[in-house]
């Protein structure tokens, strides 16, 4: 039972143009999502997080949106930047503790 | 150190042998979590400290699979009879208080068995 899923498993873009990754989940008890970065043989990197009560989360040049009746959410980076190509996971938590991953998306911006 | 740190990074063991893989949280991080990694896929919660007591224990597999945190910082994920479907990245995570905010991994011990 997948509660957190990624279904694009690889994205390709352009630098310079927007990335849009995406995440649906089915537990309607998750109150926090965040997503994560990860380079070959290194530990995920946090990135951004949203709390369920807010639709919207800047930092930057990353944005992450939360759609709580469509139980979906994603995450914007514009501009793209080709030291951004890395995995990205989307993670999310019901009232503290666990983290439950999503399967995680190839993020490659090229030059 | 600054970061999650654990040790060792690469283990090769042999089928059925008994295994041990550290992980030392960031300072003061009352909040320690296992997770273990496939290949493609994200990283899957095995067991969660709170303290020096397991919060949630739910994701360890079968009972090969033990974890101890004795004094509320370094912990250790232990695997007894190690089996070739065991091989993973196994991650460390640290967080302040564990309330669900952002936890901090660390490289991880990747774990073949042969």
């Known amino acids: 039972d997948q509660q957190v899923k990624q279904n694009s498993p690889s994205l390709s873009v352009q630098e310079g143009r927007i990335s849009i990754l995406n995440c649906d989940y089915t537990?309607?008890?998750?109150?926090?999502f965040l997503w994560y970065k990860k380079y070959p043989a290194e530990g995920p990197t946090f990135l951004i997080s949203i709390s369920s009560i807010k639709d919207k989360n800047e930092d930057g040049r990353f944005t992450v949106f939360l759609n709580k009746s469509a139980k979906h959410l994603s995450l914007h980076i514009v501009p793209s930047q080709p030291g951004d190509s890395a995995v990205y996971f989307c993670a999310a938590s019901a009232s503290g503790g666990k983290l439950i991953f999503g399967q995680g998306t190839e993020l490659s911006v090229k030059p | 150190g600054a970061g999650v740190s654990q040790t060792p990074s690469n283990k090769v063991t042999e089928k059925g042998k008994y295994v041990e893989l550290r992980c030392d949280p960031i300072?003061?991080?009352?909040?320690l979590y296992w997770y273990r990694q496939s290949l493609g896929q994200g990283p899957e919660f095995l067991i969660y400290?709170?303290?020096?007591?397991?919060?949630?224990d739910s994701g360890l597999p079968n009972d090969r699979f033990f974890a101890v945190r004795p004094e509320g910082s370094v912990s250790t994920l232990k695997i007894q009879r190690t089996e070739r479907g065991d091989s993973a990245v196994y991650l460390c995570a640290s967080s302040p208080v564990g309330g669900g905010e952002e936890a901090f991994f660390g490289q991880g011990t990747r774990l073949t068995v042969v």
């Open positions: 400290f709170q303290g020096t007591g397991a919060a949630d």
């Open positions: 300072s003061g991080h009352t909040a």
């Open positions: 537990n309607s008890m998750f109150d926090y």
